[in-house]
């Protein structure tokens, strides 16, 4: 996954000194009016000239911070000031002499209110470093502190000195990339949580979206880079913190060269939370100052609040209400609500079931004598889980002839009649018994199912590989345990190549059925890649009806799916080969492209109410020159076709996380034409998009998901023809597995909602 996952953003506000060591009374209201402009944190700064020298501390104005904190309902962050000159008006270079007692005495008063502690501030320049930075020398300092604080608090985060956006000069700076290089050239790695950065954009004339004169890049670029300088180090699992970071509404032009007005600071927080809301990496952002410090506004350092100094509102402080709200769209949106990654909440379902706990595994025709009392649970039932179906009558208005998943959008017409074009069904449910039997429905020939059954708290499989089957008519598979016991039972039925439909589960009457609680759900759309029909590739080596990319997902992740894919199809392709209409269908399937007015409808009631984690969406090497003028791709089309559906998705459900897989990698499509071309537009949607959107390379020419032409080992040496079954364009069951596999592990990365996570049962 690509550096742009959804990802909100853990937002507070960063108090300066004058502020910190203020009445009771003015930090109480610089609390609160943190809290109502949905702040979550608020710094507060423990300075050895405030507390004073130890072992006896003066703790007075920090725990009137702290008690501001709680009753606004803010968590503290602890910042550990650098000690000062006796008239407090200049910065003394601090000694482990001086810091660590007072850490180690701040810790053991605040831990049981406090687990985040940033040590010292700006370290990289010498007028806040007392002389000469070096980073050999806050190494010794962080070393210490890291060592007693996680000795009295094992949770903790350790956060180092947020650094200053400098370049290098001899003496006097280094610049944040060399300074945190220097650490780790030190040894400071084993010694912080977390790298504390300060990406102020003064140098650019403020604006976060321009480039800095004297530098490559802007501080939000060269954040980037800090965090490339920990991936090379083996911190990759570590965060960059935000710590402090802010835009001053500056009415002269005297200090900086230009004036900054209220409007052009809420723009500029806009693009900040946007930038940090692409970057998984980035951690909470401490956004300087809820007031201004002083009315004189021509010093820029008066300037950075949210507020003026007599509490008169500026025009970011709307705009900080509205983005914090939870049903805000885009910018912050949830912002402020706590994230987990993906990857933290997979409950892999790859083990097989032990045969002395299920017993018998197999398909009848008929019912098998053993019931004593036998009862049915019909399919449209109560008493099931389908999350991700759109379970409706497999015959209009007859529920007693068993059910199809109409989850895709397709379907077909007989004269007045509409039937739904089968996805596959995949329900679960709790069941209290020790016998049952899942009556289908086959057209004609082939089928094949899988079962997952718990078993000591972890879903297995009832067979290694999907149980193969063929019948016409009434079918049922029939499964028997060892004893009687409560499970949790998940079944998956697809619909084809054979029209197979769920009519019921068959049941002792004694036996208990309830519902089964929610899994993480994911929105999936896509091409035939992702679409059910098109996973059974007969004449492979290997391939089953139910076992595609998405199942392999599911096995993988223990996540329930909405299947809402349709072959042939992309985001221009309708289906037919042709660049379709976003408001018409074409063919007798009503297919039409991924961000179709019917296709956004089909996803509308995965999303929203329904809490998905995720909307996925895959490929496609559909679309060719469709995006341009049928024979040449047109990037910019292409990008504009993808933002429009991320953008309906968004505004069905501006909390869900979205991500992209670019174009298959088929027949070596990745190093140049039409599919490269797409998968540029493709890139740069995502690269643009406000809501924060991760994307998965697969068509990536530098290191594609694999290589090679063929099918079904008619080249010996090339990847492809491993993975590719009889049909020369499909996966066969290795191919999916395969995909589904890279999918995970991409997503595993990316960062979703804590409430729409903890669904996972």
Known sequence: MNDRPAHGLDVGFAIGFPEATSSATTINGIAAKAKALGGRRIRIIISPYDVGAGPSYTWTRVDQQFAAAKA?????????????????????????????????????????????????????????????????????????????????????????????????????????????????????QPFFDAVGNHPYTVESGIDPAAPVPSEASNAFLRDQALYDVMVANGDSGKQVWWSEVGFPTVSSAAALGYTVSQAQQQKYLTTLLQVGSRRPWVGPVLVYTVRDLGSDTTDPENAYGQYTIDGTPKASVQWWKSVTKPTSVGILGEAVAPRVSLGSLYRPMTDVISTSVLTTDRYVTSLPNDYTNQWGTRWDATTFNAQGQNLVAATPGSPANGCVNSSSGRYVTSGSTTLQFGSTIDVEFMFTGDKLDIMMSCGGGYFDTQVYIEDQGVMRKAKALPLAGSATGAVYRSLRFAERATRRIRVVIPYGPNALTWTQIVHERSAILTRSPDRPLIVTTGDSYFEPAGVYNPGSARSFACFGMIDQLIEATGFAVARCAQGGTGYFNDGSGSAGSLTATYGTAHSSPFGSTSRIGAYTPFLGAAKPVLFLVNGTINDGGLSGDGTTASQAAMQARVTALFDAVAALDPLVGIAAIGPEPLNDSAASGVHAVNRLGIKAAVDAHGQGVGFADANNPAAPWWTGTGYENSVTTSQQAQMIGSDQIHPNWFGHKYYGTRIAAALASMRVLRDRAERVA
């Open 72 to 188: 606004a309902g803010l968590s503290p962050h602890v910042l550990f000031e650098q000690p000062r000159n006796g008239a407090g008006t200049a910065f003394v270079t601090p000694t482990t002499a001086v810091m660590t007692p007072l850490i180690t005495a701040a810790v053991a008063r605040y831990k049981d209110r406090c687990s985040t502690w940033e040590i010292c501030n700006e370290v990289n320049h010498q007028q806040l470093w007392g002389g000469a930075p070096s980073a050999s020398a806050y190494k010794t300092i962080l070393q210490a502190a890291y060592t007693a604080i996680h000795a009295a608090q094992p949770h903790a985060v350790v956060v180092t000195a947020g650094l200053m956006q400098v370049n290098n000069v001899a003496n006097q700076t280094i610049s944040p990339v060399d300074f945190l290089t220097g650490l780790y050239s030190a040894g400071a």
